[in-house]
């Protein structure tokens, strides 16, 4: 079993930075696929950046791309998501999820391709 934390939420200005973390226990592979989703109140669950354990190719939502940076430690079993330029329409509870196995790319951006789920982190973006 895996249990995944996330921790470094808050509440900021738009353009500001935060960085979230999450750290999994349990056996968790450095081959699994590690991501991070969102979701706002009201909306469906969105995508928001992958990383593969075996490769450390990183993958991103368009709405994110340029402005977050997803990495991963996997010696502490740890994945970051580093968030610049923050924007309005980013608050969300933000989650993050652990896969198996080695999944195409194209299937990472599919909350259905990952097995384990942490309870989420909230951020607020707001003036």
Request: charged share 15%; with cysteine; aromatic share 12%.
């Amino acid at each position: 079993q895996v249990q995944l934390a996330e921790s470094g939420g808050g509440s900021v200005q738009p353009g500001a930075s935060l960085r979230l973390s999450c750290a999994a226990s349990g056996q968790v592979f450095s081959t699994s696929p590690m991501a991070w989703f969102r979701q706002a109140p009201g909306q469906e669950r969105e995508f928001v950046a992958a990383v593969r354990g075996s490769t450390g190719m990183k993958y991103y939502g368009d709405s994110v791309k340029g402005r977050f940076t997803v990495s991963r430690e996997n010696g502490k079993n740890t994945v970051y998501l580093q968030m610049n330029s923050l924007k309005n329409e980013d608050t969300a509870i933000y989650h993050c999820a652990v896969g198996s196995g080695s999944p195409t790319s194209s299937f990472l951006r599919y909350a259905s391709t990952y097995t384990y789920w942490g309870q989420g982190t909230t951020v607020t973006v707001s003036s």
